[in-house]
C-alpha cells in the first residue's frame, strides 16, 4: 500500500488543522490498522492516534486525547486526523502508517507502510 499524507501547514495556538492520508494500491484498505505518528526534531517517533480496520476503535496518546480525533473512510480509502486546539509543542512532522498486524499497533516499528510525512508548525 502507498500513502500519501496532507495537509499541514503553520497555525496559530488555538486553532484547527485537519491531516489526511490517502492510500493506493491492491491490498485492501480494511485489511489495515491505520494510525498517525509525530516527529519532532531529535525526538523519537511518537504515537499520535490509531483507528481499528472497521473503525470501531480509536486510541489516542494523552497528550492529544480530547483534541483530536482520528477517523476513516474505507470506501475513499482515507483516514483523518482533526487537530483541534492546537498547542506549540503539538509542532512536529505527521506520518501515517498502515499495520497489517493484530489490533491497532501503538509503537512505529509495528508499522510496516508510512507516508512521506507532513509538517505541522503551532506558533504561541
Known amino acids: 500500500v502507498q500513502l500519501q499524507a496532507s495537509g499541514g501547514g503553520l497555525v496559530q495556538a488555538g486553532n484547527s488543522l485537519t491531516l489526511s492520508c490517502a492510500a493506493s494500491g491492491r491490498t485492501p484498505f480494511t485489511m489495515f490498522a491505520m494510525g498517525w505518528f509525530r516527529q519532532a526534531p531529535g525526538k523519537e517517533r511518537e504515537f499520535v492516534a490509531g483507528i481499528s480496520r472497521r473503525a470501531d476503535m480509536t486510541f489516542y496518546s494523552d497528550s492529544v486525547k480530547g483534541r483530536f480525533t482520528i477517523s476513516r473512510d474505507n470506501d475513499k480509502k482515507l483516514v483523518t486526523l482533526q487537530m483541534n486546539s492546537l498547542k506549540p509543542e503539538d509542532s512536529a512532522v505527521y506520518y501515517c502508517?498502515?499495520?497489517?498486524?493484530?489490533?491497532?499497533?501503538?509503537?512505529?516499528?509495528?508499522?510496516?507502510?508510512w507516508g512521506q510525512g507532513t509538517q505541522v508548525t503551532v506558533s504561541s
Open positions: 502508517g498502515a499495520d497489517h498486524g493484530v489490533g491497532v499497533g501503538k509503537q512505529a516499528h509495528e508499522y510496516y507502510y
